[in-house]
């Protein structure tokens, strides 16, 4: 009998995220999900909402396989392949059940980034569709997160299926506050961080791209970042993992960075020349992500945190930064994690992870679940 929540979970992810109509047609990519009970409640809602379901299976130990032993010419050709079943789609679904998140750990940099080269125009494709992303429960994700399995499988049905419209509601103001701002700084322990974003858009992610959701992000002038910034939780990168990384820039380039493994950051930072830049900053606004998962998809949404991605910028908030990586790193600013300050044109909005001014303070958890 299938779980009740997943059935839940795919009449948010068909009706509300993708908001599939008939006729079109959506593709289900499938990661390390070899079960057709996970998949038929995804098919059988696309298919009630009048859409056509088409299925690819993918298996992470099958693409290291792809990557340690293909040539470039195997890339192309493969990418070439999906990328014409790509631009047919109208939307797209991509259910991810990692049974090993350091799948690619010894896959040497020069393959990852000859195989991610070629892959890059299928996932540009798919960011021109509707696509959502989210998590399948697995042990693996529940011991990164150091969860039992049954609690974070509990803990991320009840994040995906929130009631997001609410959430988009009170995100409108902190949406409109971005993009009226000229100058961000960033206060925190080892972290002294100043850009402009002036005239860059700002973004509301409210469970239409992915699950769990909740952040509102744009991107900084790409020049314009100066000083350092500390991040207190740990970043992972193609099964890479990486702790108290800090970076510096100058001229909106990293300058100097550290962390617990810096031959292979320093590897990853020279992928190419707009690695070193930032392409994106966001703010994290889920009322119920209180904790780190070790999990970019839940991290990133954490309220009381922020975010930069180094790299590629995207396509609706674009600094030009171009990158054949995207790269995010969080900061939690809580008191327990030794709390910060977001200014906002030289105004306080958050401190210590708390809104602080009256048009914001609906975003506070308090305010949201209540």
Known sequence: MTDPRLR????TVVHYSASVQPG???LIRALDIHNADVLAPFIDEIHAAGGYAFLDYG??????RMMLSGTEEQFRLDAQMKLEQMKQMDAVVLILGENNISEYADVPAEKRDSYRKWYRPVNEEQTKKKWILFNYPTKAYAQLAEMS??????????????DYSRMSEAMNPLTEL???????RIVAPGTDLRFSIQNMPAIKCDGKVNLP???????????SVEGTIA????????????????????QGKIVDCRSDNNIKLNELLDTDAGARFIGEFAIGTHPTINRVMNDIGFDEKINGSLHIALGQAYENADNDNRSDIHWDLVLLL?????????YFDDVLISQDGKFVIDSLAGLNPENLIG
Do not use: H, W
């Open 8 to 11: 839940q979970l795919a009449r």
């Open 24 to 26: 079109e047609k959506v």
């Open 59 to 64: 298996d992470y130990a099958v693409n290291r």
């Open 149 to 162: 399995t049954e609690s974070y499988t509990q803990f991320l049905y009840d994040t995906c299926t929130m």
């Open 178 to 184: 971005m993009t009226k701002t000229e100058r961000v």
């Open 213 to 223: 959701d909740g952040e509102v992000y744009t991107a900084p002038v790409r020049d």
């Open 231 to 250: 991040f207190n939780t740990r970043a992972s990168y193609l099964g890479q993992n990486f702790n108290n990384v800090s970076f510096t820039f100058e």
């Open 334 to 342: 809580k008191k327990e994690f030794g709390g910060g300050e977001i």
